[in-house]
Structures are given as structure tokens and as C-alpha cells.
């Protein structure tokens, strides 16, 4: 399976497991990721995101990662810094569903960007589940931040 095969079936998976609770969701799928966001039909600063990056961005990672949360690329990094601090507020919340695998800050590659997020080192793309793993897990952090994004 290629990779944009992949994130077309992440893509799905989102589609198809998202709390109607939460709204319809917007899904992007490109040849390394997909994006998800609710609201306006335009992709949004604030979004969620799996997307494979290089090696050299994840630590433990000898090939490349898979990274998978949530992204604020807004263009000044205020407004992304203001995006997480929001978030860190309601943190017990959020890490009570998630787990200690998120990281916050900085987005990895681009330190004006922000995110909370996790990597997956070197998985392995070819897996039978893999499309399944990254599509659960992304839903996850949708299920987990986004009520806690809109309240504050």
C-alpha cells in the first residue's frame, strides 16, 4: 500500500468515527498525512493532523516517524502559543484519555508552531492494522481536545 493509499483509509476512519457530537469534520488527505478540522470548510490553523516526518524530527526514530495530534500553525507564534496555553489549562482532562504519550510545545520542525502530539518511530507502513492504529489514535486526540478547544 502506498502512502496515500494509507492516509486515504486514516482519512476514512476519521470520516466514519468522529462523535456526531463534534460536528462534521473537514479531512484533507495528502501523499504523507492527513489533516482534520471542524467548522469553516477552508483548513484551519488549528487542526489534527498524522503525517509522516523524517527521522532526524523524532528522537529514537532511524528511518522516519509518524506523528499523530493536534497542530496550531497560525502565522504569528502568539496566536500559537495562546492556541496550547488554552489547552494546557484543561490538561488533567485531556491526559486522563490520552495517556503520557503526548508531548506539548514547539512543533517539531518549525519552532513557531506549536502542538501536542506523539511519535511513532520507524512503524511500519506496510502493517495490515496501520491505517486502523493512526486512524483510532487521531480520533482520539479529536475526542479528547477538541470539546476543551471550543470552550476556552
Known sequence: MGERAL??????????STPPALGHPHVQVRHNG?????????????????????AALAPGA???AVEIGFHAEHRDEPDNQDALTRLLTTEPA????????????AFLGRDTWRRISETWP?????GPDIPFEIGVRLVDYIRALEPHRRRV
Open 34 to 54: 492527513v489533516k482534520a478540522w471542524f467548522g469553516d470548510p477552508e483548513p484551519h490553523r488549528e487542526h489534527y493532523e498524522a503525517q509522516i516526518i523524517p
Open 7 to 16: 492516509f486515504d483509509q486514516v482519512g476514512e476512519i476519521v470520516r466514519g
Open 94 to 105: 485531556w491526559r486522563a484519555e490520552l495517556g503520557d504519550e503526548p508531548r506539548t510545545g
Open 62 to 64: 532511524r528511518d522516519h
Open 122 to 126: 520507524d512503524a511500519d507502513l506496510t
